[in-house]
Each structure stands twice: as structure tokens, then as C-alpha cells.
């Protein structure tokens, strides 16, 4: 008797498991078009976590069809000024433009600015190492969803025609 519900329950745990779906994917996004196709260069302001992420999300190129060029640039807003002059409240805006160009056309196929937001508000006056962490935390989540943005876009848009055709 007691064989036979060890094995009931077993078979209902092996059963219940079958379609189990496992949430972490080495590939990023296996839709994106330019994925391993492509060479990248940056330009403008040095964001260390946007040269981390574009390497994942468009790998390594095994043939170059595509040249994509990243331009930043990064504006800081005081948002809130204390009488002692010191900031209490940033808002930061990322500006990244993205270029892709066909290298056996010759021309641009895509060409789009995307910008990301966040705000920061700073614990102290000096060295705060939780509050230096949660500012790099606040950069890596907004390049990372800012090239998130830009491969959705190019994953939807067709990029097999040129922009700069008459």
C-alpha cells in the first residue's frame, strides 16, 4: 500500500513537472536582426555599462553586415537645491542615438535617439558608498533599457531598406 502511493505521488511530481519552462536564456534576444552581424563604435559621453550591455545584446560579429555608431550624451538637472548650496535631488536624462549602417549598401537603414530618465537623490555630502552604488545601479538600468528600446524598435521596423533613398 504504502509502494503504491509512493509511487502515485511520484508520478503526479514527475507529471506536474513536464512543462516546465526555465526563466534564465543565455541568448538575450534571439529575434534581434543584428545579432552577430554586426561591428559597433561609440562616440560622446563614456558610459562603461553601455559597452558592457551592447556586447551581449549584439554579440560578436562572425560576418559584418552592419556598422552601428552610438552617440551619448548626458544632461544633469538640480532639482532640488538646499540653502547651503547643496544639490539634494538630480535628475539625469541619457540621450543615445543610434545609427545602424548597411555596410554592402553603403547606407543608413536606421537612425533613432532614444532617451532614458532617472532621478537621484544623494544621502550624503561626502563619500556614501550604498548611495555611489544605487547611482550606478540607476545608469546600469537605464542603458540597459534604453538598448532594450532600440533593438525592440529595430526588431519591428524593417531594415533591409535604406532611410536616406529619394
Known sequence: MIKFFLILILSFIINSCNKLEFVYDDSINPENPLYNKSIYEFSGKDIPFLYKHVSGY???A???FYLISISTSEKKIKRAVQSNQAVSKLDYELDINYQVKDISKKCIIFNKNIVSKFSYTPKSAGYNFG???????MYEDATQNNLRDFLNLVSKNNISDCLNES
Not at 555611489?132 to 545601479?137: A, F, M, T
Open 58 to 60: 549584439l554579440g560578436k
Open 62 to 64: 562572425n560576418e559584418v
Open 131 to 137: 548611495s555611489d552604488k544605487s547611482l550606478d545601479k
